[in-house]
């Protein structure tokens, strides 16, 4: 579809039609989506309606509008010869997509892939294919040319993920993920030296100062930490609280938590659902057993809930107080609703603590001081920091890692760079 279909030849204006079109039809189509997303994942499904199915469509129409806009360049060098530059599509792109947000990671690697004229072969994950394959079903509706978008349903390791990664006739490939899994794609690419990019872990430090708006900073550290379930990259696993106000964040906080309706995605009244699969679970009770092992101090949570919920994959929203920075709870990845507490005395020592880690995907300052949140921001190594908000995304800024969060940025003009290549 790539070298001999009419894909990368059509009008630009055309592509965008379609993609302007596929954005209509899931708009339209918002219940059935949110509905399968929670199906598949657990998320309440009022997550689903208004965060996942909203932000699939924005980011589509987003890309729709860069068809047009891929522009070259002319250089004058000198007088006896014309010089200029085309951008244009890499070829047929490998994308590996995780299973927290799948409608939504699928928009952002569909998106630029497809306006920039490539051909795309999408392994959603293997737990949430639901709602990849009704995309791709309605690509196909609405007129995009067979073999333009593929969705390969399949494992990882050992079958479809390994696949993408190892194929010589694909030329780039987007992953979303674990680092791991990261690592062993980088090492596939050396086949044909493919293009790579890459979006992997985190363990944001979420940063609370004295003079901030504490009310505010509440609700943003409950947003950091038990949106989606914790099953999040950049979620605010790590809270830091400046000492003086410390009883009175955590008395709030505690108070809020303990008000959270958990229970079936489907239902309209639900905060918190359940974990993806059992092995999740698992995990994330794992880690709260060697929380408590290595000695931070059990708020509330920290096992599954019993009542009328005892069937389903659910972890009760968790807190961790007293959490060294050095702790496994504080360093490693849950992926869960799990909340790691750590105390500072001051601007200078929670500095250094927040880059203490492995990671670098996002992080977190709640202050009154723009001065000190400024100073801080550029300190702190990691691709998006929030200041006095937390979680929020727009189509147009970009979104990646520093150090073991991977390399490439997502969404905005930064990704057309992934996807094009300068003649």
Known sequence: ????????????????????????????????????????????????????????????????????KLEGETNHVNDKYFTYTLREPIG???????????????????GPALACGNTVVLKPAEQTPLTALRIGELALEVGFPPGVLNIITGFGPDSAGSA???????????????DKTGREIVKASVGNLKRVSLELGGKA?????????????????????????????CAGSRLFIEEKVHDEFMSKLTERVGKMRQGNGLDEQTVIGPQVSKEQMERILSYCDIAKKEGAKLVCGGESPKGDLPNGYFVKPTIFDNVRNDMRIAQEEVFGPVLAVIPFKNEKE????????????????????????????????????????????????????YKMSGYGRELGKHSIELYTNVK
């Open 350 to 401: 929670v500095a250094e603590q927040a880059n203490k880690i492995l990671y670098g995907l996002s992080a977190g300052i709640w202050t009154s001081d723009s001065k000190k949140a400024h100073k801080l921001v550029s300190h702190v190594k990691a691709g998006t920091v929030w200041v006095n908000c937390y979680n929020m995304f727009d189509p147009q800024m970009p979104f990646g890692g």
């Open 205 to 233: 430090p979420n940063i609370v100062f004295a003079d901030a708006d504490i009310d505010a900073a509440v609700r943003g550290a409950m947003m950091g930490i038990f949106f989606n379930q914790g099953q999040v990259c």
């Open 1 to 68: 579809a790539f070298e001999e279909g009419p894909w990368r030849r059509m009008a630009a204006a055309e592509r965008a039609r379609l993609l302007y079109k596929l954005a209509d039809e899931i708009e339209k189509r918002a219940d059935e989506f949110a509905q399968l997303e929670t199906m598949d994942n657990g998320k309440p499904v009022k997550e689903s309606r208004w965060v996942d199915v909203v932000q699939t469509v924005e980011t589509f129409r987003y890309y729709a509008g860069w068809c047009t």
């Open 92 to 110: 047929v792109v490998g994308q590996i997509i995780p299973w927290n947000f799948p409608m939504l990671m699928a928009a952002w690697k569909l």
């Open 164 to 178: 993408i990664s190892n194929h010589m006739d694909i030329d780039k490939v987007a992953f979303i993920g674990e």
